[in-house]
């Protein structure tokens, strides 16, 4: 059974950062390329960042690039997000699923994330 456990958000105030973790299991994760998935509300949910099974190649959407970063521990079956100046807008839900097509009866609980003064 694939399962993704995202944590690691919580309230932050803008320009501040966060590290976001998900812990994988039931896929062979050194294989499978990871994302990182946000949904803020009343708004679709969409792939900001995704990371290849090696790590080599990274991809982010044009609303994050250059502030996060998405890295992963094979070892460990994990990734990672590290979201530096964060802005209001970045304030949603984020979730961890393979990329770029999600499992979409694995998707987790997310973690929030909430960027206010």
């Known amino acids: 059974q694939v399962q993704f456990a995202e944590s690691g958000g919580g309230l932050v105030q803008p320009g501040g950062s966060l590290r976001l973790s998900c812990a994988a299991s039931?896929?062979?994760?050194?294989?499978?390329?990871m994302g990182w998935y946000r949904q803020a509300p009343g708004k679709q949910r969409e792939l900001v960042a995704s990371?290849?099974?090696?790590?080599?190649?990274?991809d982010y959407s044009d609303s994050v690039k250059g502030r996060f970063t998405i890295s992963r521990d094979n070892a460990k079956n994990t990734v990672y997000l590290q979201m530096n100046t964060l802005k209001p807008e970045d304030t949603a839900v984020y979730y961890c699923?393979?990329?770029?097509?999600?499992?979409?009866?694995?998707w987790g609980q997310g973690t929030q994330v909430t960027v206010a003064s």
């Open positions: 699923n393979i990329s770029p097509s999600p499992v979409v009866r694995a």
């Open positions: 990371l290849s099974g090696s790590g080599g190649r990274t």
């Open positions: 039931g896929i062979v994760f050194r294989f499978a390329a």
